[in-house]
């Protein structure tokens, strides 16, 4: 059930592309089905980074079991990911990792 969602203050051109290329991104680095995989991309917001409206990224990536172990090279991915797709630094980047338990994650009518 892993879920990307990059929040942005630029405007996303090609989104069926990018959703399917971030889609395939993140099933890869976690080594989880893509079926399962859920990605939005939300452009165009007013938000800023250490005081300038430069290109900038805010994503959170919530996975059923992730662990501590694998957010650095996951952010390393992710933030590879939208440099070259986003032509945002990755300096200008932040990501937010979680693990919700399989109770608290609903699907299908149920949970995981």
Request: glycine share 8%; aromatic share 8%; proline share 4%.
């Amino acid at each position: 059930m892993p879920v990307l969602h990059i929040q942005t203050n630029i405007a996303i051109g090609n989104t069926e592309t990018l959703l399917k290329d971030a889609s395939a991104m993140v099933a890869k680095a976690l080594g989880k089905p893509e079926n399962y995989v859920m990605v939005q991309l939300s452009g165009d917001h007013s938000m800023s980074f250490a005081g300038t409206t430069e290109p900038l990224a805010y994503v959170e990536l919530k996975s059923l079991g992730l662990s501590e172990s694998q957010t650095q090279s996951l952010s390393s991915t992710i933030c590879t990911w939208i440099q070259s797709n986003l032509d945002i630094q990755t300096s200008r980047i932040y990501i937010e990792f979680s693990a919700p338990s399989c109770s608290m994650f609903g699907w299908n009518g149920g949970t995981f």
